[in-house]
């Protein structure tokens, strides 16, 4: 069973930075497609952020130039730097693992979060003006 497990997450002032973490396990295969979602209140989950085994990373054009996406292989551990934080950047962070037989199908950070099938439970991020 794939498990997920987010960390890193507080609260910020405005132009700080934050480092996300999401340790992996159960997954046991060398090619894999995830990716960091938000989610702020009221509001639906969004992408943030993607990644494949293959090192290809696609951004949300409101993160672009700000956020890093990056996976540790040999920590099995995923990580979003965030740095310039805006108010706006406010909202629970999730990261999320594509289910192996749909890797390859088409390139990582073109499949919606409907198609992802692991995901952990979460972690707060809090950016003040």
């Known amino acids: 069973q794939v498990q997920l497990v987010e960390s890193g997450g507080g609260s910020v002032q405005a132009g700080g930075s934050l480092r996300l973490s999401c340790t992996a396990s159960?997954?046991?295969?060398?090619?894999?497609?995830m990716g960091w979602f938000h989610q702020a209140p009221g509001k639906e989950r969004e992408g943030v952020a993607s990644i494949d085994s293959n090192g290809s990373t696609t951004y949300a054009d409101s993160v672009k130039g700000r956020f890093t996406i990056s996976h540790d292989n040999a920590k099995n551990t995923l990580y979003l730097q965030m740095n310039s934080l805006k108010p706006e950047d406010t909202a629970m962070y999730y990261c999320a693992m594509l289910h192996r037989s749909w890797i390859g199908a088409r390139p990582c950070g073109t499949f919606s979060r409907g198609y992802f099938t692991y995901w952990g439970q979460g972690t707060q991020v809090t950016i003040s003006s």
């Open positions: 159960g997954y046991t295969y060398s090619t894999y497609c």
